[in-house]
């Protein structure tokens, strides 16, 4: 069993920076691409950012420039760390995992709010 578990939203005003991370735990052979995702009210899960095992990123054109994902593959982490925050990102955010066990399958976080006031 796979667990991914998020920390680091919370509630900042605009211009602010959070730094989100995912820790990966369980019985797994390796993870290839890491993700973040997040869910506005009232809107569907929408991509944020990419990474892949090697470090190749990438993001959507409305967070480019201020969100940086990175990751550490001997922890098996993933960061997601957000500048120049924007009421606009406002949502729930999720990581989410492609972990070959030995089969590859996508696992989800729980979520972690990230509310930013104007």
């Known amino acids: 069993q796979v667990q991914l578990v998020e920390s680091g939203g919370g509630s900042v005003q605009a211009g602010g920076s959070l730094r989100l991370s995912c820790a990966a735990s369980g019985s797994m052979f390796s993870i290839a691409t890491m993700g973040w995702y997040r869910q506005a009210p009232g809107k569907q899960r929408e991509l944020v950012a990419t990474?892949?095992?090697?470090?190749?990123?990438n993001c959507v054109d409305s967070v480019k420039g201020r969100f940086t994902i990175s990751r550490d593959n001997a922890k098996n982490t993933v960061y997601l760390q957000m500048n120049s925050l924007k009421p606009e990102d406002t949502a729930v955010y999720y990581c989410?995992?492609?972990?070959?066990?030995?089969?590859?399958?996508?696992?989800w976080g729980q979520g972690t709010q990230v509310t930013v006031s104007s």
């Open positions: 990474i892949t095992s090697g470090g190749i990123t």
């Open positions: 989410k995992a492609n972990v070959r066990s030995p089969f590859s399958s996508d696992y």
